[in-house]
């Protein structure tokens, strides 16, 4: 199918439309250049906790944590193309102001996270709020450029929103470490499933399946590993549907 774009009608909607272009690939490219500038995160730090903990067994597998590069450069990608070809594009339009409002968040969390595990929990449940308003207003066509890398993004987001939380939560004492990610794990697991069920985007179950393999194999061959195997089993085959899907 050839595609036909289609610009906003007015004087005032083009020049909208394209600030927030412009504005959503500032946004992509701040957020992706901040690891460059602040100290590496990794991990909040367990003596800023009342109960100090070590290494949880939800957090994944430190080399999970690539994914990273690929959500970047796609994110900043996706941006670039939107500024360049489909600014004043009406389809492009209604998800930008939630994408830059993640992103631009996301710009700050890393400062923040090395300061506060308090407040990098609250801004990483807003940036997931924001980008999964952003993925479900994506354009369906040209699925590549727009709604995927936000699928990816969100994805991995919906995993370290849980990861945070539970690592809150023990090192508040609210119950330990062992308890909070043997109930986080398969509330994630709902969680991506739910969403993956109401977008069918293949590359938002992909990430969160990527972020279970990673928990699975860094506490391979425990129980947890198993239950973590599993999640990231369905979330894979949730990727082969929604592919046939083609959304």
Same mark, same amino acid.
């Given at each position: 199918?050839?595609?036909?774009?289609?610009?906003?009608?007015?004087?005032?909607?083009?020049?909208?439309?394209?600030?927030?272009?412009?504005?959503?690939?500032?946004?992509?490219?701040?957020?992706?250049?901040?690891?460059?500038?602040?100290?590496?995160?990794? #991990?909040?730090?367990?003596?800023?906790?009342?109960?100090?903990?070590?290494?949880?067994?939800?957090?994944?597998?430190?080399?999970?944590?690539?994914?990273?590069?690929?959500?970047?450069?796609?994110?900043? %990608?996706?941006?670039?193309?939107?500024?360049?070809?489909?600014?004043?594009?009406?389809?492009?339009?209604?998800?930008?102001?939630?994408?830059?409002?993640?992103?631009?968040?996301?710009?700050?969390?890393?400062?923040?996270? /090395?300061?506060?595990?308090?407040?990098?929990?609250?801004?990483?449940?807003?940036?997931?709020?924001?980008?999964?308003?952003?993925?479900?207003?994506?354009?369906?066509?040209?699925?590549?450029?727009?709604?995927?890398?936000?699928?990816?993004?969100?994805?991995?987001?919906?995993?370290?929103?849980?990861?945070?939380?539970?690592?809150?939560?023990?090192?508040?004492?609210?119950?330990?470490?062992?308890?909070?990610?043997?109930?986080?794990?398969?509330? %994630?697991?709902?969680?991506?499933?739910?969403?993956?069920?109401?977008?069918?985007?293949?590359?938002?179950?992909?990430?969160?399946?990527? %972020?279970?393999?990673?928990?699975?194999?860094? /506490?391979?061959?425990?129980?947890? %590993?198993?239950?973590?195997?599993? #999640?990231?089993?369905?979330?894979?085959?949730?990727?082969?549907?929604?592919?046939?899907?083609?959304?």
């Amino acid at each position: 199918m050839t595609y036909m774009h289609v610009p906003a009608q007015t004087d005032a909607e083009r020049d909208r439309a394209r600030l927030w272009a412009i504005l959503t690939f500032v946004a992509a490219i701040a957020f992706a250049v901040m690891p460059f500038f602040v100290t590496p995160f990794s #991990g909040f730090d367990p003596a800023r906790f009342p109960v100090p903990l070590e290494d949880p067994p939800i957090q994944p597998a430190g080399w999970a944590f690539s994914i990273w590069g690929v959500i970047y450069a796609w994110l900043v %990608a996706s941006t670039v193309f939107g500024l360049i070809k489909r600014a004043d594009d009406v389809r492009w339009a209604p998800h930008r102001p939630w994408a830059f409002a993640s992103l631009a968040i996301g710009a700050a969390w890393l400062p923040v996270a /090395n300061a506060s595990a308090e407040w990098a929990t609250i801004l990483i449940l807003v940036m997931l709020a924001t980008a999964l308003m952003a993925l479900a207003k994506a354009p369906l066509i040209e699925r590549g450029w727009a709604r995927w890398p936000f699928g990816l993004y969100a994805g991995w987001l919906t995993a370290a929103s849980f990861v945070s939380l539970a690592t809150l939560a023990a090192g508040y004492g609210i119950a330990t470490a062992e308890v909070t990610s043997w109930i986080a794990l398969p509330l %994630a697991v709902l969680v991506a499933t739910a969403v993956t069920l109401k977008l069918w985007t293949p590359t938002y179950p992909a990430a969160a399946a990527w %972020a279970a393999f990673g928990i699975a194999m860094v /506490n391979w061959p425990s129980g947890y %590993a198993w239950g973590a195997a599993t #999640g990231a089993v369905l979330l894979g085959a949730l990727v082969s549907v929604a592919l046939a899907r083609r959304l």
